[in-house]
């Protein structure tokens, strides 16, 4: 009748599952040690010590790779090495946060120190998979549950090391970032400043490419940035006919092929009307509020991909959007 796919409803029902399932924990009484099983302190014990096992150390910035800090002739570091300087440090200071928490939790399981509102907060929220709320304060929008929280945050930690100490990637990992808006602007920055452009005549032309995974990809651009690591939701991709499709059935989510963006100036662009302009989010609420540099905490930009030969219309119906991450 409204014109949704059949997934449409497979979602409406994931997303009541999971409010009655919210509801149904919010009333739970807390959990006790029964018959053979492990008490509370054990449980929350375990994921702490698996947890602080698992984390990884500050990203050092000691023998970095000139290519990711090099230089433009005005001496000034190029801009995607001052944008990655600045998640550096983002992602330190999460470091820091997450592991002198989990040592904190550990000594008060113990007995050792005072359990604090905020480390009972955090006790409670390993028992029910939530990241805890001293992590989500100082961390980027993310609705996994806990143990893929950690594992996210390990891999983002990991791709910010490989790209301070072997050099810049032939496609950037967006998903990894704090803040991707900047990241796209950086991009853009050192084409203006290359060709000695205005930024504000500039736009990211968006060429969506045949190569499912980074590892395909012969060498760098000359020109631009390749991204990777993106979701779609609400549609398929044709990759033989590079647009759009129709979602197979009960499949909600299609990882996308590696994107081109390629700074072009905006009077040279055409529209003929064969694109949709899909947007890309951090999460899958699709909602934001506009942060203190007046971009949104959850918009990122759009992403101008062919559309086949339905209408830009037809995909607005069914809601096609991408997203940086899913919720598992």
Not at 74 to 86: D, E, M
Not at 240 to 266: H, K, M, T, Y
Request: glycine share 6%; net charge negative.
């Amino acid at each position: 009748v409204f014109g949704l796919h059949s997934n449409a409803l497979i979602t409406a029902q994931i997303n009541q599952a999971k409010k009655l399932l919210e509801a149904i924990v919010s009333v739970q009484p807390q959990l006790s040690a029964g018959d053979g099983g492990l008490a509370p302190e054990e449980i929350v014990s375990n994921m702490v010590s698996e947890f602080t096992s698992r984390m990884p150390d500050v990203i050092s910035t000691a023998n970095r790779h000139e290519l990711s800090f090099a230089k433009e002739e005005s001496g000034r570091t190029i801009s995607l090495g001052v944008f990655l300087a600045q998640e550096i440090d983002r992602f330190n200071l999460l470091v820091g946060v997450v592991k002198a928490s989990l040592a904190a939790l550990a000594k008060a399981i113990k007995g050792l120190i005072v359990m604090s509102s905020d480390l009972e907060e955090m006790f409670n929220s390993f028992l029910i998979q939530r990241v805890p709320a001293k992590w989500t304060a100082v961390a980027y929008p993310c609705l996994k549950p806990l143990n893929s929280w950690v594992s996210d945050f390990i891999q983002r930690v990991d791709f910010m090391n490989s790209w301070a100490h072997d050099g810049p990637p032939t496609s950037f990992w967006l998903p990894a970032f704090f803040f991707p808006q900047g990241f796209m602007t950086a991009g853009m920055q050192m084409h203006a400043r290359a060709h000695k452009i205005p930024i504000d005549s500039l736009m990211f032309e968006t060429n969506v490419l045949t190569y499912p995974t980074p590892d395909d990809l012969p060498e760098p651009p000359e020109t631009g940035v390749n991204i990777h690591g993106l979701f779609l939701q609400g549609a398929g991709w044709d990759l033989d006919g590079a647009c759009l499709q129709e979602s197979a059935a009960a499949v909600l989510f299609i990882p996308l092929p590696v994107i081109s963006l390629r700074p072009v100036l905006c009077a040279d662009v055409e529209d003929n009307g064969s694109k949709y302009s899909c947007p890309l989010y951090k999460t899958s609420v699709r909602a934001g509020t506009l942060s203190t540099t007046g971009h949104s905490t959850n918009f990122i930009m759009y992403l101008s991909v062919n559309r086949s030969s339905e209408a830009a219309a037809h995909w607005v119906r069914r809601g096609v959007a991408s997203l940086c991450m899913l919720d598992d």
